[in-house]
């Protein structure tokens, strides 16, 4: 039996707006946006809020997607209304949709 190939979701009017005037994304849908240096270091640029900080999980919510980021020795070394800088050793990264 075949497997069925998941498509990806079509973007959105703000996505393709974005795209045809070259601009960010995450300044124009309000999306999170996540860089990460290796597994050591993370910064995250328009979170919402803090749900739940421990050495081994932050958890986040985020527009569109919550995001949860686990590990060891995690530490939130700056934080501001926008913006944060976690270090510790990162073993994962993900999302789910927002439960509000």
């Known amino acids: 039996m ?14 393709k707006l974005a795209d045809s005037l070259d601009i960010s994304k995450e300044i124009l849908l309000g999306a999170a946006k996540i860089v990460t240096i290796g597994n050591r270091e993370m910064t ?10 421990t050495n081994n999980c ?34 994962s990264v993900s999302f789910c949709k927002e439960s509000r």
């Open 44 to 53: 995250v640029e328009n979170y919402k809020g803090i749900v739940e900080y």
């Open 58 to 91: 932050i958890r986040l919510t985020a527009s569109p997607n919550d995001i949860t980021i686990s590990g060891d020795c995690l530490e939130i070394k700056t934080m501001t209304r926008d913006f944060l800088y976690i270090t510790g050793k990162i073993s």
């Open 2 to 15: 075949r497997k069925r190939e998941q498509t990806p979701p079509s973007p959105s009017a703000r996505e």
